[in-house]
């Protein structure tokens, strides 16, 4: 479910309690870089690595002459010398080689980029190994477009955005044989699609980093074809330092025990390989480190960038904490919080001081005279069933006119942050998230409420938006709603159902929860053929044992109709309140738009479908759901061949973004492409959502309720940028505590084995997408036992044939073509100590599906006969 914006921190993000967020070279030693003033006059100034940035004044009018560019900064996790920003125009993103062009910029920083001449852009050679032009991506898919989160969180398994998607798509390397910088070959011009979360291309000794020789320039680029180029530029202006200067990682002493800088510093190394490596002042680091360096090998620190002077190939930074043992939850899940500025902490007492201090708390008398009372209806909550905070209410009853339904939707007034595997960082302290916000059954809430009068076939008739007054009859979970859903005509017993307030009764709910499910399976109907489009990913699901907290197993979440259920109503609601709130404000409406996808990327996922002979229809988002639904059969292989496609397809889809409707001039751009509407918001959860606060106070003041307000477009749309930011942290968090506890399962209950589709091909490798983990991962030729492997092009369409080595020296070696959707087995095992996993292919066998893998797969259909 949505895993909003964390709480809002003060401090710089990323700033370490305990760690001033104003910290100087001078507060914790003198800089490496640093010269006293009397060596400067002798020896000269030291040697700048680095280009000075441009002025603030230059760089605005650059920008506005169209000489500069903006974008946000992305480093490639696998290749930490590659770096990319979008292109303004949708075109091949633009590149950025190497450490020093990018000019102290860290991952995800809003930069402002100069172009280079045209003779220094990257050669993009056809038929080389080189395919990543546009590097490796984060999966950036918006939350309206995939599935909820599973249900073992104590956060909502489905709601209007199910934000947080678990997809444990990560990779160790990007080198061919898990070693080098070997790039990587696909179909042609098609990106590789796998995520990685670590980088084995980096050294660890304290000297200068170079670009990769792939990059250089053979030939004079300007007598190449225009789209074998892609424009690079170099980093000139940092607009805004969103990445949180923090790192996790380890100490190391310094190479050189001869120089002026082993006796006062040691070398932080960041696990995170696009983070720069960092002089931290030995005063900081453990009094034994020094003498016993071995002792701290494997403990796992945080440190924080301070400075990063343009003479220095190295940050300087200050250590912030020992967090522990490397490989256990605990400290990886702090560390991951930390670098990524969640502000995990207890709240302070100056704030918690505003909060009731007697419990149980009371509804105010005068509030019943300003809402409508709706105590007596049958309204309950539908959530996971370990949730805690229940963020939203449903309630329908037909009326006298039997062709007519009146449906209420009633989320909280409040206000949750990033959801981890075992945990939940509240947005708010949990008295109000979790007990005077949360929806709890037969207590009294204050709510703010949409009311729909409609038709059995979902067709609204009327609409009211207010504030009430509610009583939760009862607290369902998603698996209590579905065995309703499941046996319309059965009574379900009473043991299996949670307590219901004596006013109702089972059948009551029974009723109202089939009423809910007919209008919205017509709802989700409609949707479609209004042209939505839904990439539902494999999403892991784990099981955790209650003493120790560790995973026992995990399986991919089934998103069931008690889950589809409440997401069309929350979608409903959200963009009533849309359409309401911006016909109000039409300058100042906080809205949430998403963009349609990348033009390059879908250009190339559009040559690849022509060549593997797949009729996708990429026209618009409806087009593209409709070929995805009927494309496939229902058969394993081509379910899995689907489960490929979705994936692929999601690679050019881009971030939905919170907006102000007053700094946008084109209104074209408002659209939510996945939706295919043109006005959405959120409002649904305002406990775990800070736009959705801001959003209900928009809505207040849109019925009067209070004033505007005080916030001028600029000012909301940065409020609005801040919401992003958030968002895109803690989904970045949720994704690499997955990434965590599934890497923890690989290593204490496997190797696990799994059918895998082929997603691509390499010369020495190739890519899966394990079917029933929902990982992507690569599959190393050196790491199997082969007697030769051959890598050819049939066509356009790569393929690698594997000669396995027989297990009897009597037999005949055996043969194994890997091609594209290719269905193979694969054994997922711990490499080392680390949490770190690979893939490795189990011989061909007869049983299963195996004997598909050697056949060639020339239509959409099924495999041949």
Not at 536 to 547: P, S, V
């Amino acid at each position: 479910m949505s895993h909003p914006d964390c709480r809002l921190n003060l401090r710089p993000l990323g700033t370490p309690r305990g760690v001033s967020s104003v910290v100087g070279p001078h507060g914790v030693g003198a800089s490496p870089g640093d010269k006293k003033s009397k060596n400067k006059s002798i020896r000269g100034k030291k040697k700048s690595i680095f280009e000075t940035y441009m002025s603030k004044e230059d760089i605005s009018e650059g920008l506005k002459r169209g000489t500069l560019i903006q974008g946000i900064l992305r480093i490639n996790p696998k290749k930490f010398h590659e770096a990319f920003i979008p292109s303004p125009d949708g075109d091949r993103d633009i590149f950025i080689d190497g450490v020093v062009a990018r000019n102290r910029a860290l991952n995800g920083d809003l930069v402002v980029v100069k172009l280079l001449p045209e003779e220094q852009w990257k050669v993009i050679k056809p038929e080389s190994n080189d395919k990543e032009t546009e590097g490796a991506y984060e999966l950036d898919l918006p939350e309206e477009l995939c599935g909820s989160h599973p249900p073992q969180q104590s956060v909502k398994g489905c709601n209007d955005s199910p934000d947080v998607i678990i997809e444990a798509q990560f990779d160790d390397s990007d080198s061919e044989d898990g070693h080098g910088n070997t790039q990587n070959v696909l179909v042609d011009s098609v990106k590789k699609l796998s995520v990685c979360v670590h980088d084995k291309g980096k050294e660890d000794s304290d000297t200068p980093v170079t670009k990769d020789e792939s990059t250089s320039m053979s030939q004079d680029p300007r007598a190449l074809p225009e789209k074998s180029l892609q424009r690079s530029a170099k980093v000139v202006y940092i607009l805004e330092k969103k990445h949180s200067r923090a790192a996790t990682g380890f100490l190391k002493l310094l190479a050189d025990k001869n120089s002026e800088l082993f006796r006062k510093y040691a070398l932080f190394s960041p696990s995170d390989h696009r983070v720069p490596r960092i002089y931290v002042p030995l005063k900081d680091c453990p009094q034994d480190f020094v003498t016993r360096p071995k002792d701290y090998a494997n403990t796992l620190f945080i440190c924080r960038i301070v400075d990063w002077k343009e003479d220095s190939n190295f940050a300087l930074g200050q250590l912030a904490k020992s967090l522990g043992q490397a490989g256990e939850i605990e400290p990886e899940t702090e560390g991951i919080l930390t670098e990524y500025g969640v502000d995990f902490s207890d709240f302070s007492s100056e704030v918690l001081d505003c909060l009731p201090q007697g419990l149980p708390w009371t509804i105010p008398p005068e509030e019943f005279s300003k809402r409508r009372d709706l105590r007596k209806d049958c309204i309950f909550t539908i959530d996971p069933s370990t949730a805690r905070d229940l963020d939203d209410a449903l309630s329908c009853k037909p009326l006298a006119d039997e062709s007519c339904l009146h449906l209420q939707l009633a989320p909280e007034e409040g206000a949750h942050g990033p959801v981890l595997s075992v945990q939940v960082v509240p947005m708010l302290p949990r008295l109000l998230c979790e007990e005077l916000c949360s929806l709890h059954p037969m207590t009294d809430k204050l709510t703010f409420s949409v009311i729909w009068t409609l038709t059995p076939e979902g067709k609204i008739l009327c609409e009211w938006f207010g504030r009430t007054i509610i009583r939760s009859c009862t607290k369902l979970s998603y698996e209590h709603a579905q065995s309703m859903i499941e046996s319309p005509t059965e009574k379900i017993p009473e043991k299996e159902l949670p307590p219901i307030s004596p006013e109702h009764t089972s059948e009551e709910v029974h009723r109202a929860v089939l009423n809910l499910h007919g209008i919205a399976k017509e709802l989700r109907k409609q949707r479609f053929v209004d042209g939505a489009l839904r990439l539902d990913q494999l999403k892991l699901a784990f099981t955790l044992d209650h003493e120790t907290g560790l995973p026992q197993g995990c399986h991919i979440y089934e998103y069931r109709d008690s889950n589809k259920l409440v997401e069309e109503f929350m979608l409903l609601a959200n963009m009533a309140v849309a359409h309401k709130t911006h016909r109000t404000f039409p300058e100042r409406a906080l809205l949430r738009r998403h963009p349609p996808p990348q033009t390059k990327m879908l250009n190339d996922l559009v040559e690849f479908c022509e060549q593997m002979g797949l009729p996708m229809d990429f026209s618009s988002a409806g087009a593209l759901n409709k070929s995805l639904t009927e494309t496939f059969g229902d058969d394993k292989y081509s379910l899995a061949r689907k489960e490929v496609l979705t994936n692929m397809c999601s690679r050019p889809m881009q971030m939905a973004l919170y907006f102000c409707s007053g700094v946008l001039q084109d209104q074209t751009q408002f659209r939510h492409y996945a939706l295919n509407v043109p006005l959405y918001t959120h409002f649904t959860s305002p406990i775990r959502r800070f736009a959705d606060v801001l959003v209900h106070r928009f809505l207040a003041a849109a019925l009067g309720y209070g004033e505007l307000p005080d916030l001028e477009p600029e000012a909301l749309q940065k409020q609005a940028d801040h919401c992003n930011d958030r968002r895109m942290a803690s989904k970045r968090v949720q994704e690499l505590s997955t990434g965590l506890f599934f890497a923890i399962l690989v290593k204490e209950s496997g190797p696990l084995e799994s059918e895998a589709m082929v997603l691509g091909v390499l010369n020495q490798a190739f890519d899966v997408l394990v079917l029933r983990y929902g990982v992507q991962k690569r599959v190393y030729c050196n790491a199997l036992p082969l007697r030769s492997h051959h890598f050819q092009k049939v066509g356009k369409k790569p393929e690698l044939t594997l000669i396995w080595e027989p297990e009897d020296t009597e037999q005949e070696p055996v043969q194994q073509v890997v091609t594209i959707f290719s269905l193979v087995e694969v054994v997922l095992q711990a490499e080392t100590a680390a949490l770190k996993y690979s893939a490795v292919l189990k011989r061909p066998g007869t049983d299963g599906l195996l004997g598909l893998q050697d056949k060639e797969e020339p239509d959409a259909g099924g495999p041949e006969a």
